[in-house]
């Protein structure tokens, strides 16, 4: 009697399954921020030395166009602040083994700030301009940006500079490039929040409950959900989440930015296996802070 034959597509997925599923599992396992440490701050957390940012909802409790927008920014803000935290925190502790990791997180929030400046530039206020006809709305916040900007290229510079890191890099050579613009970095990411907040009661702003409000909310909608994933889908995004924290103000955000859990999930733990070991050094896991990496068992 004739033997038969497996299809080649499912001998396909058979040795798929065999072969290569357990090896994802076993990347995913390894790498994936799920399993990272999620043990509760027990000293000197990424709130400080950069205050973090009080949200205009969670202040005032109105809805009008500019001050959901500037909330939003502030959350966007507060990862980032949490990301500079995190890394002047944790720069003089980090051990040679690990140096090379937190290289690579220190790079992804160097990006992280730098796309984030270039797209406001280049978008969000260009939009806001038309929607006021009004192009002197952001002089102030031009002249921020300049005052950080130096000190921002100089800690990219010198990241790039470090050829061997478990050798060549220098916690205390980071901080002491972060203290030139810390001041101004600060400044402006608290100040920006305000701006935008104050729009709403510019004389060509919106009518609130207008059509016009509502198109104008949907084009800076858009352009929140697409500013941190164009920055980078496999660094910059789980950076970003894992540097959220959905316990601050009364947990009034713990569902944002919204998306469905899966997907969330997804972005942080497949997303985030890429680059799995530089998370390690983020100021959360699951949406709530967490002791960070390098000063587990440090003097606080």
């Not at 796309?115 to 006809?133: C, G, I, P, R």
């Not at 192009?135 to 061997?164: D, I």
């Not at 203290?179 to 920006?192: A, D, I, Q, V």
């Not at 496999?234 to 944002?256: I, K, R, S, Y």
Request: hydrophobic share 40%; aromatic share 12%.
């Amino acid at each position: 009697m004739p033997t038969q034959t497996q299809p080649p597509q499912r001998g396909l997925v058979s040795r798929f399954l065999f072969l290569g599923l357990p090896l994802i599992l076993t990347v995913i396992t390894k790498r994936s921020p799920f399993l990272t440490h999620t043990m509760a701050p027990t000293q000197v957390w990424a709130d400080s030395p950069i205050e973090l940012v009080a949200t205009p909802q969670f202040q005032t409790r109105k809805t009008d166009m500019f001050t959901a927008g500037a909330s939003h920014m502030a959350l966007l803000h507060n990862s980032i602040l949490r990301g500079y935290n995190s890394i002047y925190l944790q720069a003089p502790h980090v051990q040679p083994a690990d140096k090379a990791d937190f290289v690579g997180y220190c790079k992804t929030w160097h990006k992280f700030v730098t796309s984030h400046h270039d797209d406001e530039e280049a978008t969000l206020f260009t939009k806001v301009e038309e929607l006021l006809d009004d192009k002197t709305v952001w002089s102030e916040t031009h002249a921020e940006h300049e005052a950080f900007l130096a000190g921002l290229a100089q800690f990219g510079q010198y990241l790039a500079s470090v050829q061997n890191p478990s050798t060549d890099f220098s916690g205390a050579e980071l901080q002491r490039i972060m203290k030139t613009f810390e001041k101004p970095f600060g400044e402006h990411f608290h100040s920006e929040i305000s701006t935008i907040a104050a729009l709403a009661d510019h004389p060509n702003a919106p009518a609130p409950g207008s059509p016009e409000e509502a198109e104008a909310a949907v084009t800076f909608k858009t352009w929140g959900k697409s500013t941190v994933s164009k920055a980078g889908t496999w660094d910059v995004v789980p950076f970003f989440l894992q540097n959220l924290d959905g316990t601050a103000e009364d947990g009034m955000w713990a569902n944002w930015p919204p998306m469905p859990a899966p997907i969330r999930w997804g972005l942080v733990n497949i997303g985030g296996v890429f680059h799995g070991n530089w998370w390690k050094f983020s100021s959360c896991a699951n949406g709530k802070p967490r002791e960070l990496y390098a000063l587990q068992g440090a003097k606080s």
